[in-house]
């Protein structure tokens, strides 16, 4: 994904794990070409793997994480 991105010139902006339903997390990726913007649904765990390439922070909702940051960290 990574060289992908690259090729295409696409700059990462943001990792997000959104939200959890039914034990299941939900992340996005905020992705920037040129002048536009867009969110895209990814797995959480490649998500973990895009930031962790780049070096970018993991952001996490503040409700999710007050909710379930006690079973998780």
Known sequence: IKNILNAFEI???QVQITDM???????????KKENK???IDVRPSDALAIAVRYQWPILV???LLE?????SC
Request: zero cysteines; a negative charge.
């Open 11 to 13: 700059e990462i902006l």
């Open 21 to 31: 339903r039914e034990e299941t997390y939900f992340a996005k990726l905020f992705l």
């Open 61 to 63: 909702n503040k409700d």
């Open 37 to 39: 913007i867009v969110s």
């Open 67 to 71: 909710k379930h940051g006690q079973d």
